[in-house]
Structure formats: C-alpha cells, structure tokens
C-alpha cells in the first residue's frame, strides 16, 4: 500500500487549511474576549500534545476535528478530539 496523501483541505469546509501566523493571531485576538480561556500553563501544555500528535496538520490544524489547535487549546470549554481519549492531560 501506498502512502495517504495529505488533503490540502478542511474536511469540514474544504477551504484551503493554509493559514499564516498573522491570520490565527487575529483570529485569537478577536475570539479570547468572548470565551473562556484556560490559563497559560494549561494552555502550553496542550500546545505541546496537540505538537505531538500525528493528526496536526501544516502545524496548526487538527486532523480530527479541523479545529485550529491554538484556538481550541485556548477555550476552557474544549477537549482534546482523538480518537483515542484526550490527549490533554486534565481533561475530560
């Protein structure tokens, strides 16, 4: 067998899941006031699992979910999506 080819795309929207630094620190900037956040220390500590997992995609994109992963990390209210339980320790 061959190897998977990576899709280029969102699965959930399909739009190109390219996405600069500048355009997910806006996109951070503009959400953090309107949700609830964890604190730097959990957050860190997701970023780190979510950078060792082989669904991150381009380095910012969960393959799971489609979620960007330091939008999801930061959100109090979210989970680690694997399929295989949270990576995130702590979490539900």
Not at 9 to 20: Q, W, Y
Not at 37 to 46: G, I, L, P, Q, S
Request: with cysteine.
């Amino acid at each position: 067998m061959g190897d998977i080819p990576v899709p280029s795309t969102c699965k959930g929207c399909e739009r190109d899941i390219a996405l600069s630094e500048e355009q997910i620190t806006r996109i951070l900037n503009n959400m953090r006031p309107k949700m609830e956040c964890v604190n730097d220390e959990v957050y860190e500590a997701r970023l780190l699992a979510c950078a060792q997992c082989d669904e991150l995609m381009s380095g910012h994109t969960c393959g799971i979910s489609g979620s960007i992963v330091r939008i999801r990390a930061l959100a109090a209210t979210q989970n680690c999506p694997s399929y295989h339980g949270s990576r995130w320790q702590g979490s539900a």
